[in-house]
């Protein structure tokens, strides 16, 4: 059972960028904005992630760089739907092709940089329990991050009276409005905080996952994290239970293959998106249940008159 | 012809003209080439080292010669635009660098016969349509020979891109190679199914060193799998570029390709009128395919190294030399006989001793 270890950290690695990502973009669409952009912000999180860390040496510096750089593409998303009242599914698109070019752009002059991986917790002698020790407490801190952010944002959806409010603006924006509450203002830091944790989503890519800078490095982890929302039916702990199950099949199959297993490696790769279609066509076959916790009001814009 | 004719004439010719500036082009001189790349030149892998030749070409005729590039355009429809964009601005010599730009250039070429073109990894040409390769499953070999030297476990991890003759063939070169220092060798291969997914190809990577692989090889163009070699304490090979920077302690030597020296050379022949359409498929012989410097590994083995990458490149010894048996065990290429270029280009069949299943 030695592989046990390995295997597990690897799925880890390979969920959280989608975690991060994922859990910026819930709190998003529950204000009632639908930022298809999230692939544009995680590569610009991840080319400024990794070119302030390339440049400072500190990779403290390059994450919060990362999390500066994915709030204002958020921002510029956000004026464009909320102030100018721009079509948000193709604002979100012509954000994710405008952070494609970019990072590119950006990028073009650390291609071929390497850096040192954020280092991984170690506490001495618990570290080194076998099994429990690297799996729990030998992860880098952005990990923790991920699982934190999550059990905050259900804290914060579930217990707070903010949360609330942000509730009540993304399912009914009007009725939000003439209790007194700023639906535009809620809705520019719901979208802020998104893109905040895209462009963390992003820096974890370029500074943990594979530490480098690559044209595209997302490979479109952005838009997986947008169908994890869904698929998360709007709760954090689908949410969670989404992104590991997507980590678990899509390493499992690389392991499989080189087990020797004698499965079709196109029909592997294909998996986890099938399993994820599968889980959207079991949840919406009971639409009350996705009523119950979907946005009445996603992808609306408001006017505040009237 | 009449005078708004001659207008419109003048004012398409400016037009494209300006659109050529766009696209970052000096004056026209004897020499003026333009290159047509898949992607982008920041992928630090195909299209780069392909970019890298194309700056030779300036560095090496100076003032005679000037270059364009257009990169990261789509195989298909927009590759016929782009090719006959570059031939219209007054480009002499084209080159299309990618397989799927096959049939692109070929229509082009025929609409321009006035134009040279040169078209990487195809097989259609014309009087005016070249065509040219590498011969990189002869580096593969010399890496297959390494990588039995130095494996221990006795497992080597393969990350494979998609399951093509290209692709193919390097396994079973790799494998030719490791055996023929060490029969105890076997491959464990995962494909990515994709040429580009950092993320992926690092997992596949990790899949493979948990299963015990000790040495890396990749036919992926990010440097991740490398890296993560390098991460875990185990070696490997570089891809399409010298990537020792990622990898100082893993890296045992990169197959690198070097376009240089060909596009130089042609280049040059369109400059004295001595252009001829022909079919190059070059080895380590014509430095087409370059092997890195060999680091991290003990002086004998790389001194077998050395010696192996000059016997193929002396022509002395051929990789695919027989007797080749396939999984089913049937002779493929008979004793002391060397495989056809025809067999090499369509191979879709493992060599004998190979575990593992080839995808359909």
């Known amino acids: 059972m030695e592989w046990i270890v390995p295997f597990t950290l690897t799925v880890i690695t390979a969920s959280t960028p989608l975690l991060l990502a994922a859990s910026g973009e819930l709190i998003t669409e529950k204000s009632g904005v639908l930022n298809l952009g999230v692939e544009g912000m995680m590569l610009v999180g991840a080319i400024t992630g990794f070119a302030v860390t390339a440049s400072s040496g500190s990779a403290v510096l390059g994450i919060l760089a990362a999390v500066v750089a994915g709030t204002l593409m958020s921002l510029i998303f956000a004026f464009l739907t909320l102030t100018l009242m721009a079509n948000q599914v193709a604002t979100g698109l012509a954000l994710t092709i405008f952070g494609v070019g970019f990072s590119a752009l950006v990028g073009s002059g650390f291609v071929g940089f390497a850096i040192d991986p954020l280092p991984a917790l170690s506490i001495p002698g618990i570290s080194a329990i076998p099994i429990i020790g690297p799996i729990l407490f030998g992860q880098d801190f952005l990990v923790y991050l991920s699982i934190a952010a999550v059990i905050g944002i259900w804290w914060f959806l579930v217990k707070s009276r903010a949360g609330l409010i942000l509730k009540a603006v993304g399912d009914s924006h009007h009725s939000a409005h003439a209790i007194g509450y700023s639906v535009i203002k809620i809705r520019y830091l719901a979208t802020m905080f998104g893109g905040a944790m895209a462009g963390l989503g992003g820096a974890y890519l370029s500074l943990s996952y594979t530490p480098m800078w690559a044209e595209n490095m997302t490979a479109g982890r952005g838009w997986i994290a947008l169908a994890l929302v869904v698929f998360a039916t709007w709760r954090p702990g689908r949410l969670v239970a989404g992104a590991y199950m997507f980590g678990l099949i899509s390493v499992m199959q690389l392991h499989a293959q080189g087990a020797g297993i004698h499965v079709p490696s196109q029909f592997m790769s294909m998996l986890p998106y099938l399993a994820t279609v599968i889980v959207l066509v079991i949840i919406s076959s009971d639409r009350a249940k996705i009523r119950l916790n979907a946005p009445a009001c996603i992808g609306q814009a408001f006017r505040a008159a009237q | ?360």
């Open chain 2, 1 to 360: 012809m009449n005078a708004s004719l001659v207008k419109r004439t003048l004012a398409a010719v400016a037009a494209v003209g300006a659109l050529a500036t766009g696209m970052g082009a000096a004056q026209a001189e004897d020499v003026k080439a333009g290159f047509v790349y898949v992607g982008p030149i920041g992928d630090h892998g195909w299209s780069y080292r392909h970019d890298i030749g194309r700056q030779a070409i300036e560095a090496e005729l100076g003032d005679a010669a000037s270059t364009t590039f257009v990169e990261s355009v789509p195989e298909g429809a927009d590759a016929e635009r782009v090719i006959t964009q570059l031939a219209q601005t007054g480009h002499n010599l084209i080159f299309t660098t990618s397989f799927g730009y096959m049939n692109p250039t070929e229509k082009v070429a025929k609409r321009f016969p006035n134009v040279k073109f040169e078209h990487a990894t195809g097989y259609k040409r014309a009087d005016n349509l070249s065509t040219y390769a590498a011969r990189f499953y002869e580096g593969r070999y010399v890496a297959g020979v390494i990588a039995g030297k130095m494996t221990k476990s006795n497992i080597v991890g393969y990350v494979g891109s998609f399951p093509i003759p290209e692709v193919v063939r390097g396994i079973n070169s790799f494998m030719m190679g490791a055996w023929s220092v060490n029969p105890d060798v076997q491959v464990k291969i995962v494909w990515a199914n994709t040429w580009y997914d950092p993320g992926k190809e690092g997992d596949a990577a990790k899949a493979l060193i948990d299963q015990g692989a000790d040495i890396m090889v990749q036919h992926t163009d990010s440097p991740a799998p490398l890296q993560v070699a390098e991460n875990r304490g185990v070696l490997g090979f570089g891809q399409a570029s010298d990537m020792i920077k990622f990898a100082p302690k893993a890296q045992l030597t990169a197959i690198v390709d070097n376009w240089d020296s060909y596009y130089v050379a042609r280049a040059k022949a369109v400059a004295d009128g001595t252009w001829e359409s022909k079919d190059t498929w070059g080895g380590i012989d014509t430095g087409m395919v370059e092997m890195a410097p060999y680091t991290n590994m003990p002086d004998d083995v790389k001194a077998l190294a050395e010696e192996t990458a000059a016997k193929i490149a002396s022509g002395e010894f051929h990789p695919f030399t027989g007797p080749i048996y396939d999984q089913a065990g049937e002779l493929r290429v008979a004793e002391g006989e060397i495989a056809d270029d025809g067999m090499l280009l369509g191979m879709d069949w493992y060599i004998k001793g190979i575990d593992a299943e080839l995808p359909k």
